[in-house]
């Protein structure tokens, strides 16, 4: 089994006390974590993988993270997720670097502005997007779903002129 995690908040180039600690309940727990860009991985039994899971979330989460995002299954199942996934985090990277700030710290005009960049980009394409761009801004799937409308009803007002 692999098991995927992302832990919050997350500064590149600078874990924290959160991060440090999970990868040491990895480590304790007998893996040697493999970081990525996006996530981090191990590979074991489901037993091993599931144990070291309860391990590092709860070394995270006593350490001062803020989330813990976990993904577990085959190891060809969970790559397949996880390139989908960095997709979106790219895409929604990007976007925060543009604005320089999170999306979940924008105004309510630059989310809208936000919004229809990622749609530009085709982000709304990926499986659970919405959701999960609603999710990093703070907002509910039908606030996204509003923002979206908005941009439609912007352009056929453009056509019509």
Do not use: W
């Amino acid at each position: 089994m692999r098991a995927e995690f992302l832990i919050e908040p997350f500064v590149e180039g600078s874990p924290g006390p959160h991060v440090k600690a999970a990868l040491e309940a990895c480590r304790v727990a007998g893996f040697e974590p493999e970081v990525g860009a996006f996530a981090t991985t191990i590979d074991g039994s489901f037993e091993e993988v599931s144990e070291a899971v309860d391990r590092l979330v709860r070394a995270a989460y006593e350490n001062g993270a803020s989330a813990v995002q976990v993904r577990i299954g085959e190891p060809a199942a969970a790559s397949r997720f996880s390139n989908l996934h960095d997709a979106l985090e790219r895409m929604v990277g990007s976007v925060e670097d543009e604005f320089g700030a999170p999306l979940a710290d924008l105004s309510r005009e630059d989310k809208q502005a936000a919004v229809r960049l990622l749609d530009d980009r085709g982000a709304f394409l990926l499986r659970k997007a919405v959701e999960a761009v609603g999710e990093m801004m703070g907002v509910s799937r039908i606030t996204i779903y509003n923002y979206l409308n908005a941009i439609d009803r912007s352009a056929i007002e453009r056509v019509a002129e």
